[in-house]
């Protein structure tokens, strides 16, 4: 039996759990349960992990395969860890926009973690939002049309684009391409619990297959509204050592950019994914 608990934070998604520093070798029933309370609540956060980069990696690798980002260089001794940076004089942060990770690559990540190194003393908070309540509460009609549509996603959307390039500048990959681009199913099934979850995203959906943007934008812009209502949403607020794991295949996340002036430093892991398969 594993000791740890488990605090929902609001109706929508996200739980808080204390009782496991992660820094150890976890057993593998406390693994399972903390996975069980992450696929349930889609976004988990634990407070007060003392993690170095090493341990940090060896935690992410009792979930999952952790792969590079494809735009910004990881750290030296470990490229799979990120660090994802505001400095003082920085305008634009980054992922300060709504989205799932990296929807544009064939084979979206499963999930993100991250990890608070320096936070200001107020601000630079984090949003999620649950895409399974985004599509469960649509009506039946509107379920009918984007259960078979499929959607085109890019990299290279000016507002997202925006929120790595000040990144780009001092620590961008050598050999990333220009733009990825990628076609997934606007209704995606997912793979371990079964339930459908609503996947388009403002910063890297461009249009339907088979339309314009032209003719794609009305219901897309309804999408993206809908997606991020208040009820679907929870909010973090970061402290040195909390640590923030969830499910890039039904949630949705914002970083807050509301922190001029300060530095802000949270290293993060990605981890391997699958295709993403429709209803």
């Known amino acids: 039996m594993t000791s740890i608990s488990v605090q929902p934070v609001t109706g929508a ?3 808080e759990i204390s009782g496991v520093d992660l ?6 029933d406390t693994v399972a349960a903390i996975r069980r309370a992450w696929l ?11 993690l170095s980069p090493a341990e940090f990696l060896a935690f992410a690798r009792r979930f999952g ?3 590079e980002y494809p735009f910004v260089k990881g750290l030296d001794e470990f490229p799979e860890i990120i660090p994802v940076l505001k400095l003082e004089h920085e305008r634009v942060n980054f992922g300060g926009i709504w989205h799932s990770d990296t929807a544009y690559l064939d084979v979206p990540p499963m999930a993100s973690m991250l990890v608070a ?8 908070d984090t949003l999620f939002a649950n895409m399974y309540l985004a599509y469960e509460w649509l009506s039946a009609g509107m379920k009918r049309v984007l259960d078979g549509l499929v959607a085109v996603n890019s990299s290279s959307n000016a507002d997202v684009s925006r929120t790595r390039e000040d990144r780009m500048k001092d620590s961008g990959r050598t050999g990333a391409r220009e733009e990825y681009v ?3 199913p606007v209704v995606r099934v997912h793979p371990e619990t079964g339930r459908r979850a609503l996947y388009v995203n403002v910063a890297h959906t461009v249009r339907f297959e088979g339309m314009t943007q032209e003719e794609s934008a009305p219901l897309l812009e309804y999408l993206y509204r809908h997606q991020v209502r208040p009820e679907f949403t929870c909010r973090f607020r970061w402290r040195p050592g909390s640590l923030a794991f969830w499910d890039n295949r039904c949630a949705q996340h914002n ?3 509301d922190y001029q002036g300060h530095r802000r430093l949270l290293h993060r892991i990605t981890l391997a994914g699958d295709t993403p398969k429709g209803p």
Not at 40 to 50: G, M, P, T
Not at 117 to 124: K, L, Q, T, W, Y
């Open 182 to 184: 990628a076609a997934h």
């Open 65 to 67: 395969e952790p792969i």
């Open 255 to 257: 970083a807050i950019n």
């Open 40 to 50: 349930q609540h889609l976004v988990i956060f634990f407070r007060d992990q003392d």
């Open 117 to 124: 190194r320096e936070v200001p003393v107020a601000g630079g």
């Open 23 to 28: 820094a150890k070798d976890l057993s593998d």
């Open 13 to 15: 998604l996200g739980a």
